[in-house]
């Protein structure tokens, strides 16, 4: 199970930081991303981290302004969202993937989702 937390308004220019909390065991042996869905449209991958936390992958669109880590001894993950624009708003998701290979990240496949967190960014 995934827990996600620290949605919330935020000004453009603004920073945010998510948190994502797993439950169960074998956390390490997980890839995590994080996805987000806007008003109208359809869910898109933001971000994802291997199994390991040492390789990240992101989209284009928050290159150099958000950041995505994990702490397998605490079983989370977060997204740190820095210079936030008004088209950053959206349902914010978590997601896990199990993966056999530690350097593996994944934009798509997600099997468990967390329940998702409002961010709303004010121009």
């Known amino acids: 199970q995934l827990v996600d937390s620290g949605g919330g308004l935020v000004q453009a220019g603004g920073s945010l930081s998510l948190s994502c909390a797993a439950s169960?065991?074998?956390?390490?042996?997980?890839?995590m991303g994080w996805f987000r869905q806007g008003p109208g449209k359809e869910r898109e991958f933001v971000a994802a981290i291997s199994r390991g936390g040492g390789i990240m992958k992101y989209a284009d669109s928050v290159k150099g302004r958000f950041a995505i880590s994990r702490d397998n001894a605490k079983n989370a993950v977060y997204l740190q969202m820095n210079s936030l624009k008004p088209e950053d708003t959206a349902v914010y998701y978590c997601?896990?993937?199990?993966?056999?290979?530690?350097?593996?990240?994944?934009?798509?496949?997600?099997?468990?989702w967390g329940q998702g967190t409002q961010i709303t960014t004010s121009a």
């Open positions: 169960g065991r074998n956390f390490n042996t997980y890839a």
């Open positions: 997601a896990a993937k199990r993966s056999y290979i530690s350097t593996s990240v994944y934009d798509t496949g997600y099997e468990t």
